[in-house]
């Protein structure tokens, strides 16, 4: 009998839309031969919709977007009162992204619920999605970091003339707890950082603020085999048509180049394998993490760890994976599979 996994995309995050990309792509390519599949979203008011699926019967992007509209999707069930959502469940593939997916709020949900998920556990999750918390461990842990400010009521010293002064122009200024490059932008002068600054402190009660690094960028999947041993993929060197790699040209077909494997010497690919194999562990990742960092003067600087990296027909993962040798619907079956182990030995 086929277990039965329920593929979870959506959410009340600024990456909802994102995660439903993923999803899609998950729901085009997992092995309906070897899984039997639910779609299950998200709404933006953390309310939940389902529908099975078949590969007769794939959900269109439209339906995903709007499931309180669409009669074969079952809802809105609310998260206390979802049973119906995870009856028969084996295991969630978490294609979710952002807050309330990649913090470990979902984690801890499925934790309680007793359904074991893809990817990392509650602490790991929400440590990596909170950038300064993150930043703190890699430091302590003699990982380089970009230089950093951060702003809010904790911090009455860091005002916006003490951040410019020390960091210069052009500079980051984000939200710690958002990804794709939401919640962010660069400030190129003290008006764009004042703005910037006020305008993402309606978000998030600290905002971090980095130095810009000038040099190459790249970034380097790690994944768990089936033992449970992480090795990391070969990196990605990205070089973005637009002024930095935001959200356009993460997600929008042809605005960057994203060499893999990146055509640097074998000395450079190890050391970036090491870095993100080392911040896997420091965080204590599990199943799949992807980690971002920039060369500069020869210094691999750690931007951030993803702990649910994108899956999308334009994320970096995937590509990263192919460039293996893997296809995308055995990188679905290994994620599963490290998950149904955790039922394993967590559970019984």
Not at 181 to 189: N, V
């Amino acid at each position: 009998m086929k277990k039965k996994i329920n593929v979870i995309m959506g959410g009340p995050s600024a990456e909802h839309d994102v995660s439903l990309q993923t999803g899609i792509e998950v729901l085009k390519h997992i092995d309906q031969e070897r899984w039997a599949i639910r779609a299950v979203v998200i709404g933006r008011k953390r309310d939940f919709f389902f529908c099975d699926v078949t590969p007769d019967t794939l959900p269109s992007p439209d339906e995903l977007a709007e499931p309180n509209i669409v009669p074969r999707m079952q809802g809105p069930f609310s998260p206390e009162a979802a049973a119906a959502v995870w009856e028969n469940c084996d295991a969630a593939f978490l294609a979710l992204h952002g807050s309330f997916g990649e913090d470990g709020v979902i984690q801890g949900y499925l934790e309680s619920i007793g359904i074991p998920y893809t990817g990392s556990g509650v602490f790991a999750s929400a440590v990596a999605m909170n950038k300064i918390t993150s930043k703190f461990l890699f430091i302590q842990n003699n990982i380089t970091v970009p230089p950093y400010s951060i702003y809010g009521p904790h911090y009455p010293q860091n005002t916006v003339e003490q951040i410019a002064r020390q960091h210069g122009f052009p500079c980051f200024v984000k939200c710690p707890q958002s990804g794709s490059s939401k919640l962010m932008g660069c400030a190129s002068t003290m008006a764009d950082l004042a703005s910037l600054l006020a305008e993402l402190s309606r978000f998030s009660p600290e905002i971090l603020v980095e130095a810009s690094i000038k040099g190459t960028e790249f970034s380097c999947g790690v994944l768990d085999d089936p033992d449970g041993k992480p090795f990391a993929l070969p990196p990605i060197e990205i070089r973005p048509k637009t002024s930095f790699f935001d959200y356009t040209a993460k997600y929008t077909s042809g605005a960057s180049e994203e060499i893999v494997p990146a055509p640097r010497p074998v000395e450079l690919l190890r050391r970036i394998q090491q870095v993100a194999l080392s911040v896997h562990r420091i965080i204590g990742c599990s199943g799949i993490s992807r980690t971002d960092m920039i060369l500069g003067n020869d210094t691999l600087y750690v931007l951030e760890t993803n702990t649910l990296p994108g899956l999308t027909a334009n994320s970096l993962l995937p590509k990263s994976f192919a460039a293996e040798g893997g296809t995308y619907s055995e990188l679905i079956d290994l994620l599963i599979n490290q998950a149904l182990k955790r039922k394993i030995m967590d559970y019984q």
